[in-house]
């Protein structure tokens, strides 16, 4: 199972910037598609951005809420995503985690996903 640790999150302003970090290690095979999920207080985990780590299997996706703000990359060198976020609001204020291993379905399904950090929290305040 892929171990994933998440950094960056911090406690900004509206209207900021922050950009997560999710490091992958303990792999044998590099995992074919990794994504960003968020938890806000009281809420269910929702997909906020994938990306294939191969990128001839696709590109980089966001979900319409935080399409234009937010954007996922890689280094691969590295073995990390990241999740750079601009223009924050109160809404986007949560814990953010990192998954990997997608098994099947939908790419930001919270069941598709067999590895997940134990996420960074970002709290966006007006």
């Known amino acids: 199972q892929v171990q994933l640790v998440e950094s960056g999150g911090a406690s900004v302003q509206a209207g900021g910037s922050l950009k997560l970090s999710c490091e992958a290690s303990g792999y044998t095979r590099r995992p074919n598609y990794m994504a960003w999920f968020r938890q806000g207080p009281g809420t269910e985990r929702e997909g906020v951005a994938g990306?294939?780590?191969?990128?001839?299997?696709?590109?980089?996706f966001v979900d319409d809420p935080w399409k234009g703000r937010f954007t996922i990359f890689q280094d691969h060198a590295k073995s990390t995503i990241y999740l750079e976020m601009n223009n924050l609001k109160p809404a986007d204020t949560g814990v953010y985690y990192c998954?990997?291993?997608?098994?099947?379905?939908?790419?930001?399904?919270?069941?598709?996903?067999?590895?997940w950090g134990r996420g960074t929290q970002v709290t966006v305040s007006s």
């Open positions: 990306i294939y780590t191969a990128e001839a299997d696709g590109g980089p």
């Open positions: 998954a990997a291993d997608w098994t099947s379905g939908y790419l930001l399904g919270t069941r598709n996903y067999k590895s």
